[in-house]
């Protein structure tokens, strides 16, 4: 069974940093696209950071230069590092795979970032 478990979230004040996780289990996981996205409460969920199998980045602008997504292939982890945080950046923070090829797409259960003094 697949399973995409998000980990790192937490408490810090503005300006903080945190560094989320999310490993996967049971999928060839060097050839899947990852993202990160996050929902604000009474909000949609929204994209943040994407990373291709050949390590190509996009982020979303709010989050751009400030934010660095990476993957360790042999962990099968993606990483999100967050920096400068800002009130604005509190949301559950969510994993994502896709296979381009077959188009399946996992999530995982969602890690919660609140951006407090």
């Known amino acids: 069974q697949v399973q995409l478990v998000e980990s790192g979230g937490g408490l810090v004040q503005p300006g903080g940093s945190l560094r989320l996780s999310c490993a996967a289990s049971e999928i060839m996981f060097s050839i899947y696209v990852m993202r990160w996205y996050r929902q604000a409460p009474g909000k949609q969920r929204d994209w943040v950071a994407s990373?291709?199998?050949?390590?190509?980045?996009n982020y979303a602008d709010s989050v751009k230069g400030r934010f660095t997504i990476s993957r360790d292939d042999d962990k099968n982890t993606v990483y999100l590092q967050m920096s400068s945080l800002k009130p604005e950046d509190t949301a559950v923070y969510y994993c994502?795979?896709?296979?381009?090829?077959?188009?399946?797409?996992?999530w995982g259960q969602g890690t919660q970032v609140t951006v407090s003094s």
């Open positions: 990373i291709t199998y050949g390590g190509s980045t």
């Open positions: 994502n795979a896709e296979n381009l090829g077959t188009f399946q797409v996992y």
